[in-house]
């Protein structure tokens, strides 16, 4: 019952913005530390950013500076928001969260999103 659903991709010009959404939906007690992760064709998947519980975060070298994860914990949201995109930005990017459903709270299962397009292209 459980699912990640993300929102926000598209296409946007090099420099300019977007703002991914990932929302939990379901039967859940607490969602716990959530990151995302983009893949490019032919290349590995990576960690872009990283969220706790808490709220402490971390960002691939990359997209420091420019990149910005957050939670909203009223609305099971996460988001990204990606300013001053690049060319090499262009990905599928993936939401990934631990979750402790409404039936289970010793340990969390972790759960992703269907994956959001971003291309950044001229």
């Known amino acids: 019952q459980v699912q990640l659903v993300e929102s926000g991709g598209g296409l946007v010009q090099p420099g300019g913005s977007l703002r991914l959404s990932c929302a939990a939906s379901?039967?859940?007690?607490?969602?716990?530390?959530v990151a995302w992760y983009r893949q490019a064709p032919g290349k590995q998947r990576e960690l872009v950013a990283h969220?706790?519980?808490?709220?402490?975060?971390n960002y691939a070298d990359s997209v420091k500076g420019r990149f910005t994860i957050s939670r909203d914990n009223a609305k099971n949201t996460v988001y990204l928001q990606m300013n001053s995109l690049k060319p090499e930005d262009t990905a599928v990017y993936y939401c990934?969260?631990?979750?402790?459903?409404?039936?289970?709270?010793?340990?969390?299962?972790?759960?992703w999103g269907q994956g959001a397009q971003v291309t950044v292209s001229s």
């Open positions: 969220i706790t519980n808490g709220g402490s975060t």
């Open positions: 990934n969260a631990d979750i402790n459903p409404s039936w289970q709270h010793l340990a969390p299962y972790n759960y």
């Open positions: 379901g039967s859940i007690f607490s969602i716990n530390d």
